[in-house]
């Protein structure tokens, strides 16, 4: 491509003085003069900004977007490095209709869809802001920064690989429903945990599967035989064999208490002996973790549902009603 002065024009596009390529209309940016920018401003009346439309691979550390964008679509379909990634900020001109930012996070006008994190985002421990409902696909893509994620119970919608960070070791989620599309959650994730009424899967949660995995949920709907892993096309030697090569060492997945049989029903064979119903003690934590972050008394009593306490309870109403219940409840005080 050949670069030109902002006020020279030809067949290549404009030039300004940030370094971005304009297209002659001055409608899109086309290009940047080079691979990374510390910052730049796009220019007022540039309506267009495709990060996945470029050749090349460009890093800007902070940008600006103006009033007049109202296109900014980032695409995976290629799984490509190249196009544009932001490092460390956006920053949102006020008028802007569509657009706006928070804390240098990229987000929809009125803040209820996520667009894009900067990869390099100053923070270790996120939570989702409370107006979000939609996360869309690649928002945190290769986020090197956040460690911890909190997914708070007003996001309904999480897309493909929204979460594919290079250190995100815990993830804490509470939804009364909630829908995951493929691989939302990446590779690097160690301990994961969501609690919620119903959670609806189309593919699978992870890349690699987590030392921890907590699921407490009344409804669970998958469209797929292993909701847990991209594995979940290949048959049961074929994914045992790739979990040896990569070397993945499972601890155990937490389920709410008596529902170890349906889990069983929905996961592969080779999961079955690291099923286990959750103990009082993680149930008091993930109230803590509630009453800390809003204190939403729909999530602390839907949580109730699955402790080990209100389980005994049920248990032991039900068997004065009947005596093969009062024969289970003494089984299960003995086994507790």
């Given amino acids: 491509m050949?670069?030109?002065?902002?006020?020279?024009?030809?067949?290549?596009?404009?030039?300004?003085?940030?370094?971005?390529?304009y297209?002659?209309?001055?409608?899109?940016?086309?290009?940047?003069?080079?691979e990374h920018l510390k910052y730049c401003k796009i220019k007022g009346g540039c309506t267009?900004?495709?990060?996945?439309?470029?050749?090349?691979?460009?890093?800007?550390?902070?940008?600006?977007i103006p009033s007049?964008?109202?296109?900014?679509?980032?695409?995976?379909?290629?799984?490509?490095?190249?196009?544009?990634?932001?490092?460390?900020?956006?920053?949102?001109s006020d008028f802007n209709p569509y657009f706006s930012d928070k804390r240098g996070i990229l987000f929809d006008k009125k803040q209820k869809t996520l667009l894009e994190c900067p990869y390099e985002y100053e923070c270790t421990e996120y939570t989702i802001p409370s107006t979000v409902s939609y996360i869309k696909k690649m928002a945190f893509e290769n986020n090197k920064t956040i460690e911890t994620l909190i997914i708070p119970r007003n996001v309904k919608w999480i897309e493909r690989r929204a979460f594919n960070c290079e250190n995100l070791n815990k993830v804490m989620m509470i939804s009364?429903?909630?829908?995951?599309?493929?691989e939302p959650f990446g590779y690097s994730v160690k301990d994961f945990t969501?609690?919620?009424n119903e959670i609806n899967i189309n593919g699978a949660f992870f890349t690699d599967l987590p030392k921890k995995i907590t699921i407490l949920t009344n409804n669970l709907y998958s469209s797929c035989d292993d909701f847990l892993t991209r594995?979940?096309?290949?048959?049961?030697?074929?994914?045992?064999?790739?979990?040896?090569?990569?070397?993945v060492v499972f601890t155990e997945i937490v389920v709410p208490i008596g529902k170890i049989e349906e889990f069983k029903r929905l996961l592969p064979e080779e999961y079955h002996d690291i099923l286990r119903e959750i103990n009082e003690e993680e149930g008091e934590e993930i109230r803590e973790f509630i009453k800390t972050h809003g204190n939403d008394k729909y999530m602390l009593d839907l949580l109730d549902k699955f402790t080990t306490d209100l389980a005994k309870e049920n248990l032991k109403t039900l068997s004065e009603e009947n005596p093969f219940i009062k024969q289970l409840a003494n089984e299960f005080d003995a086994s507790v």
């Fill in 48 to 64: 267009i900004l495709s990060p996945s439309s470029y050749k090349n691979r460009f890093v800007i550390d902070n940008i600006d």
């Fill in 194 to 196: 969501i609690l919620a």
């Fill in 176 to 182: 009364d429903f909630v829908v995951f599309e493929d």
């Fill in 231 to 247: 594995d979940y096309y290949m048959d049961s030697n074929e994914r045992k064999l790739i979990k040896e090569q990569k070397d």
């Fill in 68 to 92: 007049s964008l109202w296109s900014y679509i980032r695409d995976d379909y290629d799984y490509t490095e190249e196009g544009l990634y932001i490092r460390k900020s956006f920053k949102v």
């Fill in 2 to 21: 050949k670069f030109i002065k902002e006020d020279e024009k030809d067949d290549y596009g404009i030039l300004d003085e940030y370094g971005v390529v």
């Fill in 23 to 34: 297209s002659l209309d001055e409608r899109s940016v086309i290009g940047f003069k080079k």
